[in-house]
């Protein structure tokens, strides 16, 4: 996992730091896929609450390369499926969620008992995020 600068992990931490809808990018036989998806972050990371069978948790199996784009942000990163929401490792992270997911996760969408809900992790290897004029490389 990379190490932003602090001013650029400050930025990060208000843009992103809350429920925020980024794009998700994954690869199946050379082919790119592009899903927006809900998504939460967190020193260096992006977290997504989603479905262990979905297209993305299989294309990210076979490939765990994956690429992100948000408000003046672009990066790419390794996808790792952290496993059922509800197992006590994921305790900390999930309950984060919960807060920043707050305004529809109880919507009956997701369902919490299925062990096919997961978190996944995509860890930064590097990017690009803008600020008033300012690059940050990572």
């Excluded at 400050?10 to 809808?21: A, L, P, W």
């Amino acid at each position: 996992m990379i190490k932003l600068s602090e001013e650029a992990e400050k930025i990060m931490k208000e843009r992103f730091g809350k429920d925020t809808v980024i794009a998700l990018a994954t690869l199946e036989n050379e082919i790119p896929y592009v899903r927006y998806v809900n998504a939460y972050y967190e020193n260096g990371a992006f977290y997504i609450i989603t479905y262990a069978l979905s297209n993305k948790m299989k294309q990210l199996q076979n490939n765990p390369n994956a690429a992100i784009a948000g408000d003046w942000f672009t990066a790419h990163g390794k996808g790792i499926n952290l496993g059922y929401f509800g197992k006590k490792e994921n305790h900390g992270i999930a309950e984060k969620l919960k807060t920043a997911f707050s305004e529809w996760i109880d919507n009956g969408h997701t369902d919490f008992e299925d062990e096919n809900t997961v978190i996944l992790c995509v860890e930064l290897t590097g990017g690009l995020l803008l600020s008033h004029g300012t690059r940050y490389k990572f």
